[in-house]
């Protein structure tokens, strides 16, 4: 069964809908507070089934996730002991919630930079730094440049790649999706 292939032609399916990029600038704004699922899912189809537009997809997203980072930021320095803690442990966040703390005392606003680029979770970062009242502003720009160099990256290499990616990319979508899968396993049972 072709599960990750029949998930791709659906993405593909729904990043040509006429909403999409409103879509896009939703799924942004909910990945940086608290949604599992990364931007780059719903950006790189987008790119790829129009290339034209791919700048415009990085920006909505860079802007959408930047937007959501500051409501994440004000959540954690508001809501946090009331509303959030409770959910963050509960999903088992606490561990990640702690290194983000050793983190921010270690590196400052670069961590924000850093988790803003990387995969490392955006979310856990956003509400560290308001419930560590970090600087708003430092923390704004920190997340502007990290988001959209990620997410125009993305963006360039949909572009750059544009038909041919899309080709290639449907024909291996499996095995780097059970390849994937397989490494989410493995890191979880080693950081277990």
């Known amino acids: 069964m072709k599960i990750f292939q029949l998930c791709y032609d659906k993405a593909l399916k729904w990043s040509r809908h006429k909403n999409a990029p409103y879509f896009l600038g939703g799924m942004s ?28 997809f990085a920006l909505i997203a860079s802007i959408g996730s930047v937007l959501g980072g500051i409501l994440g930021y004000f959540l954690g320095m508001y809501a946090f002991e009331g509303l959030l803690q409770p959910w963050i442990i509960e999903l088992g966040y606490q561990a990640r919630l702690d290194t983000a703390i050793e983190w921010f005392s270690r590196y400052g606003v670069w961590v924000v930079f850093l988790a803003g680029f ?9 509400i560290s730094a308001g419930f560590l009242q970090l600087a708003i502003i430092p923390f704004i720009l ?3 440049v990290g988001r959209s160099m990620r997410f125009f990256l993305v963006a360039a290499l ?11 990319l449907r024909q ?21």
């Open 142 to 144: 920190a997340s502007l």
């Open 29 to 56: 704004v909910a990945e940086s507070v608290i949604f599992p699922i990364p931007v780059d899912v719903m950006l790189a189809p987008m790119a790829l089934a129009n290339p034209e537009k791919a700048w415009r």
């Open 172 to 192: 291996h979508i499996e095995t780097i999706g059970w390849a994937v899968v397989v490494i989410i396993i493995g890191l979880y049972f080693y950081f277990r």
């Open 118 to 126: 990387s995969p490392i979770p955006y979310k856990v970062f956003t």
């Open 158 to 168: 949909m572009f750059w790649g544009g038909a041919d990616m899309e080709h290639r």
